[in-house]
C-alpha cells in the first residue's frame, strides 16, 4: 500500500503524460491479473493505445466477477455478461468471435460492444461522462438512455452530464435505474482515484482521441 502511495503522489506532482501501458499496476484486492492480456489487447484495438484498459477490466469485475461461466436470469453470458442476440450482431462486423463463452472472444466482444456505444455519445461532455453514458448503456439499453437524456431535458436540465440523468433516473419508465446506477458507481470504485477526473496527465491518458 505505502508503495502505491508513493508512485501516485509521484504522478501527481509531476503530471507527467504517461501511455497507458505505464500507469501503476493495479493490486487493490478487488483485483488479479485474471485476463489482463486480452483486456489490453482488444482496448487498443477498439479504442486506441492511449486509453486505460482497467476501465473495462472494472466493467468485468462488474459484470461477472470475471466468471467465465457466468449466465445471468436474462440470460446473459460470460465474463462481459453479453446476450446471445447481441453478440450475434458483433460478430457478424468480426466474424473471428468465435464462442460467446470463450473469455477471449467473450471480453473482446464486450469491448467492441462498448467502442460503439461509445461513437454514438459524441456530443460535447467530460471523458468521466461519456463513460457514464456508454456504461449505462451497455447496461440498460442505449434507447433507455436516450429516453432518459431527453427526459432531462424537457425538465430542464443540461442533459450532456450524468448528473442530470440521475436526477430524472426514478422518473424513466422501463429502467430498472438503481441497478444501472449502482453498476456504474461499483466501476468507479473499483477503478478508485483514476475515476476522479483530474487535469493533464489524466485527461491526455483517457481522452478518446
Known sequence: MLRKAIILVVLFSFHLPLLAEEMPEVTDRHWTRKYD???????KRFFGPAFDWHWFKAQGIAESGLQKNARSWTNAKGVMQLMPRTFAELKKKNPELSNVMEPRWNI????????????K???DRTFLDRMRFMFGSYNAGFRTILRAQRLSRKKGFDGRDWESIKKIAPDVTRWRHQETLGYINKIEILMGDAAQPQ???????LRKQ
Open 121 to 123: 455519445w459524441q456530443e
Open 37 to 43: 492480456s486480452y483486456f489490453r489487447k482488444y482496448s
Open 199 to 205: 487535469e493533464d496527465w489524466w485527461s491526455w491518458i
Open 108 to 119: 473482446a466482444a464486450g469491448i467492441y460492444y462498448d467502442s460503439s456505444i461509445f461513437s
